[in-house]
């Protein structure tokens, strides 16, 4: 089993981390080569351009691939299903124009010029308005080819709107929303190995923004401690023993998984109601 992932830019160390804390660690490959190994013996890595590995997913130069959806629509292949978000990467493709320009909608492009990096998708998009610009692929710097009468508008990708504001471009239309996906090939999808990777990279992006707590609370409190939890799934109590070995102690060791955000009033909430030694940890991986 092979998985294709972004051999530079913004996705690859993201890519990577994400593979290292899913357990499936590289071998061999730390000195740029094409391919490396994981420890896992029946899963190797193909490292291509973010924009190649649809093809190379669908052509079955690799069986699994991680890349932008941007890029999956973009290669419009049909013989691969999405598996997972991945949730990082996160950007929007938009259609934009000139601040100071006439175009101030879709229409406003009959006749016009749009350049753009993903013709595809641009296509796509346009065919469903009923307006036909004509559409100039750029490789590149695609924000500049407004301000040289190349395009009247562009279709871009953005994510914190620094470039089309550097280049005084205001979005019309948002056309696509991506973040990073992981696909398999349809003909490799009943393989328990896909499922495996799959189970593998979601117990990382679940763990993402969650926190483990764990505390002490006298049996008599649990319940109003239960109460102010905000857990998946309820907490987890365990009785403690006492220096006999015996569990007379009268506390109860609650553990209890919550959202990042929560973790703050959680633990203002959870010590009034009675609980103490309260420890939070992160999470490596939850496999649900
Ligand atoms: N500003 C951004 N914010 C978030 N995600 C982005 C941003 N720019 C690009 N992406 C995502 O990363 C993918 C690859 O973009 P990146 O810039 O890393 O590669 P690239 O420009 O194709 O690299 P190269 O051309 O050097 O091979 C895009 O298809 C998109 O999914
Ligand atoms: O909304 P922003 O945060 O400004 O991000 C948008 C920019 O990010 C990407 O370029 P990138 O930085 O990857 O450079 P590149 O053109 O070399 O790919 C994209 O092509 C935009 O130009
Ligand atoms: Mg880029």
Redesign the pocket.
């Known amino acids: 089993m092979r998985i294709a992932v972004?051999n530079?830019?913004?996705?690859?160390e993201p890519t990577i981390d994400l593979l290292e804390r899913a357990g499936l660690h590289l071998e061999n490959g730390a000195d740029r080569k094409l391919y490396a190994d994981t420890v896992d013996p029946d899963v190797s890595v193909l490292f291509a351009?973010?924009?190649d590995i649809p093809e190379y997913v669908a052509d079955g130069a690799a069986d699994m691939g991680i890349?932008?959806?941007?890029?999956v629509r973009e290669a419009r292949v049909e013989t691969v299903a999405e598996l997972l978000d991945l949730e990082f990467?996160?950007?929007r493709l938009v259609l934009a124009a000139p601040e100071d320009g006439d175009i101030g909608g879709i229409a406003d492009l009959e006749g016009g010029t749009v350049a753009t990096e993903f013709p595809n998708v641009t296509r796509d998009f346009f065919a469903d308005t009923g307006v036909e610009p004509d559409i100039v692929e750029v490789s590149?710097a695609t924000e500049l080819t407004p301000h040289v009468e190349m395009a009247d508008a562009i279709v871009d990708?953005?994510?914190?709107g620094t470039t089309l504001r550097m280049n005084r471009l205001a979005v019309v239309e948002e056309v696509l929303a991506?973040s990073?996906r992981l696909f398999a090939r349809e003909d490799v999808l009943e393989q328990p190995k896909i499922e495996e990777v799959r189970t593998a990279l979601a117990s990382v992006v679940q763990a993402e923004g969650k926190r483990y707590l764990m505390m002490n609370v006298p049996e008599d409190r649990l319940e109003d401690v239960r109460d102010v939890i905000p857990g998946m799934g309820g907490p987890t109590v365990m009785d403690i023993a006492d220096e006999e070995g015996t569990d007379a102690s009268g506390t109860v060791a609650v553990h209890v998984v919550v959202d990042e955000r929560a973790v703050f009033e959680t633990i203002t909430e959870v010590k009034q109601a009675g609980a103490s030694d309260i420890l939070v940890t992160e999470i490596e991986r939850l496999v649900e």
């Open positions: 972004p530079k830019g913004r996705l690859h351009r973010a924009a890349t932008g959806y941007d890029q990467g996160r950007c590149g990708i953005t994510s914190t991506s990073v």
